[in-house]
């Protein structure tokens, strides 16, 4: 065992907890602090997914930090480029010394009497934990504050459905969350399960990347929009501008188009629709028709709207060298797929592009003096910080938008919320849970699948500020840039043993 004392922890070294701890250190220079990082890396989500063409599918204009301009030419970019870019930013900010990795956080509580959290990590490179299943010997850190920048799903294992008879399947089976090293896909055929941005990725990669034929196989289509690769706005005002000047103007087109784009589609759905509609239609080969196979029952952004740079994945379509089918699958058979409309389709590799496992503050158990917390039963507050639970924030990104834009902001206001605190002398912030006789909803507002299965394990959020997660850049900076601290739903002591309202459920058991 080993201990240790920080003033602010961050969990998780992805592109969240790098950029919380920039913030920390420009705004915060008096705070120490340090990063615990389960694995052996840096960069998170763009470490872990290795699968062909992986890529952002949001403009790296808005998924860059606001402190480090994106500098390459393309905005949509690929997963290693991305992962430079946050390996640099941590390297670049000195960062890289704070990080402690191999540390999984397994527990977290919280003490009044002491105002401080303790931090049981397990080490995953140690004892009989050889294999990354968290066995291994563990750590225990103090910190008066915690970040949670563990992203939102689980790490070890993606979502794959309980598909009929597949251990009859003869051929080889990857989820891509977990794509082999090893895997050759040359002149094999290719069935790509799944209609969201990593089939649509992956379809147009593996088909100009020599694969015989890839069918893409999804049971509802997905909206899906074509954007420029490389954006010829953001070329001409980079010719215009210094970088960093270049690099806020574009940004801020970006996220008004976006802010735009998403307001019309929740106000004029049929408007959408018809456009979206009208620009898939122009891309696509005679023979494959828009319905069924680009006609959602839903609404945009009732799930995420996928982008496609350069129409890469109608390209394929047009080329012969991808297929798009609309069913369901019947049975898995020795040498593919048999679909419920009797259709065969033989494949070499099936690919199960169907999500993630949502998890909830990675899967950390937290206790408050004591007694367990259960996330599921805790409101939002400003949608990174959590009814009953102290000195905790979260960075959650926008699901309409691009992640960072609100990561950026949440670490500026957990900044300012620190400097308010040692400026008045409080040990402890305390989220109060919502006024009795208010209603919540689910704190993530999509209605994809990977969503709804999990979302009743999150935290909830309410109808209104300060308890709601608004998903709205521009308000975000009023409310948290400019905004006041102190107000209805949070409250502040010097003695942190002081009563306030607790979500505590049960005594955490022995
Ligand atoms: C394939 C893919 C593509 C995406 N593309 C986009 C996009 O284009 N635009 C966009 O806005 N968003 C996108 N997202 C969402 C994406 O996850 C975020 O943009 C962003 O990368 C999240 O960064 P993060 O640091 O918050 O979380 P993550 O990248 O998930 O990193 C979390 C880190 O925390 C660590 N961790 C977790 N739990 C613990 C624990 N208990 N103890 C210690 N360490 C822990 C993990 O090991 C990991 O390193 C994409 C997601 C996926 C899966």
């Not at 990080?99 to 397990?122: C, K, L, N, P, Q």
């Not at 507050?381 to 938008?401: E, Q, V």
Request: charged share 25%; hydrophobic share 40%; glycine share 8%.
């Amino acid at each position: 065992m080993s201990s240790d004392h920080v003033d602010v922890l961050i969990v998780g070294a992805g592109l969240s907890g790098i950029g919380a701890a920039h913030h920390l250190q420009h705004r915060c220079p008096g705070k120490s602090y340090a990063i615990l990082e389960a694995r052996d890396a840096i960069g998170g989500t763009w470490d872990l997914f290795r699968y062909p063409g992986i890529r952002s599918d949001s403009d790296m204009f808005t998924l860059g930090y606001s402190f480090r301009p994106w500098t390459a030419a393309k905005s949509i970019a690929d997963g290693p480029s991305i992962l430079e870019y946050v390996r640099d930013a941590a390297r670049d900010g000195d960062i890289e010394r704070h990080i402690r990795f191999h540390h999984r956080v397994i527990e977290a509580s919280w003490s009044s009497a002491d105002a401080r959290w303790t931090v049981t990590a397990e080490r995953t490179d140690t004892g009989a934990d050889t294999d990354d299943s968290g066995t291994g010997e563990t750590v225990t850190l103090t910190a008066n504050f915690l970040f949670g920048c563990t992203g939102y799903y689980r790490y070890d294992a993606g979502y794959m459905p309980d598909f009929p008879n597949v251990d009859d399947y003869a051929g080889t089976l990857v989820h891509p969350q977990h794509w082999p090293d090893d895997l050759d896909h040359t002149n094999k055929k290719i069935v790509v399960i799944g209609s969201g941005a990593t089939a649509v990725t992956l379809v147009p990669a593996l088909a100009q990347d020599g694969a015989a034929h890839v069918t893409m196989l999804q049971r509802s289509p997905t909206y899906i929009m074509t954007l420029p690769g490389e954006d010829p706005i953001a070329k001409v005002i980079r010719r215009a501008l210094p970088e960093k000047a270049a690099y806020a103007v574009v940004r801020w087109k970006n996220v008004a188009m976006q802010g735009v784009f998403f307001q019309l589609s929740r106000r004029a759905p049929r408007l959408i629709r018809r456009v979206v509609a009208a620009t898939v239609k122009r891309q696509l080969p005679d023979d494959v028709p828009l319905d069924p196979h680009f006609t959602p029952t839903y609404d945009p952004w009732d799930q995420r709207v996928c982008l496609v740079p350069d129409g890469d994945l109608f390209t394929a379509l047009r080329e012969r060298k991808a297929s798009i089918v609309t069913d369901r699958i019947a049975t898995f058979t020795r040498d593919g797929l048999r679909l419920e409309s009797g259709h065969e389709l033989q494949a070499d590799i099936v690919i199960s592009a169907t999500g993630l496992r949502l998890q909830a503050l990675g899967g950390i158990g937290f206790s408050v003096d004591g007694r367990a917390i259960d996330l599921a039963s805790t409101v939002g507050y400003k949608g990174m910080m959590f009814s009953g639970i102290p000195n905790l924030a979260i960075a959650l990104g926008y699901t309409n938008a691009s992640w960072t834009l609100k990561c950026d902001l949440t670490c500026e206001y957990v900044c300012r919320l620190l400097n308010h605190m040692d400026f008045h002398g409080y040990r402890r912030v305390l989220p109060r849970e919502l006024p009795p006789g208010e209603g919540t909803r689910p704190l993530i507002d999509l209605q994809s699948g990977y969503v709804t299965r999990a979302v009743a394990s999150f935290p909830k959020q309410g109808n209104r500020a300060p308890w709601r997660l608004y998903q709205n850049y521009a308000r975000d900076i009023m409310m948290l840039r400019r905004g006041p601290l102190e107000d209805e739903g949070i409250e502040f002591s010097r003695d942190a043993s002081a009563p306030g309202s607790s979500a505590a459920a049960e005594p955490v058991a022995a």
